[in-house]
């Protein structure tokens, strides 16, 4: 029994390892393989991870999402490319987040009403840390991280 499942396991490593220089040659056509982190940010939520509309990546560390001029004050702007939603709470203050929808991975919206809203099931999260304020979605947005440097805002 332990020979089987020893064998089984052995299998099923040489499956993944085969799998994964295919997925890293995929996104090795920029800078982007150096950058890792910046594709999972090590807090996506499981449902954000299983969503139907989770290619892209063209946004990968250091690349620039949008300007600040862009995003409203008490509102935010969708980067879609990216698939990251930037917020502006208060005048000057910047965050991001995922802006796959926690709840069946929908694109959230640009808003200047308060809150990030998502066409799909009206869900809305807060501008301030991405948690669910109304509708069917009970996990915040996972934050994405970014830097701000004048006008410009990329990926940190
Ligand atoms: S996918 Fe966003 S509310 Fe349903």
Not at 19 to 42: F, I, Q, R, Y
Not at 72 to 83: E, I, Q, R, S, T
Request: net charge negative; with cysteine; proline share 7%.
């Amino acid at each position: 029994m332990t020979a089987i499942n020893r064998r089984r396991a052995l299998s099923g490593s040489a499956a993944v390892a085969v799998g994964v220089p295919l997925l890293a040659a995929c996104g090795d056509d920029s800078d982007t393989s150096a950058t890792d982190p910046a594709t999972s940010s090590g807090s996506d939520t499981p449902d954000a991870s299983s969503s139907p509309s989770e290619e892209g990546g063209a946004a990968a560390g250091g690349a620039v999402l949008a300007s600040a001029a862009d995003v409203p004050v008490n509102g935010c702007l969708v980067v879609p490319d990216a698939k990251v939603v930037i917020t502006q709470p208060t005048e000057g203050d910047f965050k991001a987040f995922t802006a796959v929808c926690t709840h069946q991975g929908c694109l959230v919206e640009t808003s200047s009403d308060g809150e990030i809203p998502c066409p799909c099931h009206a869900s809305r999260f807060s501008l301030e840390d991405g948690s669910p304020l109304g509708g069917p979605a009970t996990a915040a947005l996972a934050a994405v991280e970014i830097t701000v440097d004048g006008d410009s805002i990329t990926r940190a």
